[in-house]
């Protein structure tokens, strides 16, 4: 069974920022992340266990939060590196 991803209203605007090359890496990115979020590393283990974090393309860095009672992924950040 896979998640919902939804964005907050900074990470989609983050994404409407990205650059062209990014859209087909994310998009697989977010394919992978529906299947299987806990596949990848926390992103503060401290803090927040269900928040998550995977590089895509060669600059990319989403930060995603996982509801596994809603089974809902909000992507949270989305950084480029230049």
């Not at 994404?15 to 979020?37: F, M, N």
Request: proline share 6%.
């Amino acid at each position: 069974m896979s998640y919902v991803i939804r964005y907050s209203k900074e990470a989609g605007a983050q994404a409407d920022d990205l650059p062209i090359e990014s859209a087909a890496p994310l998009a697989l990115l977010l394919e992978r992340i529906r299947q299987d979020p806990w596949h990848y590393p926390q992103y503060n283990i401290a803090e927040f266990p269900d928040l998550r974090a995977a590089f895509f393309c060669s600059s990319g860095l989403a930060v995603f939060h996982v509801s596994e009672r809603r089974r809902t992924i909000t992507i949270v950040h989305i950084t480029w590196l230049d």
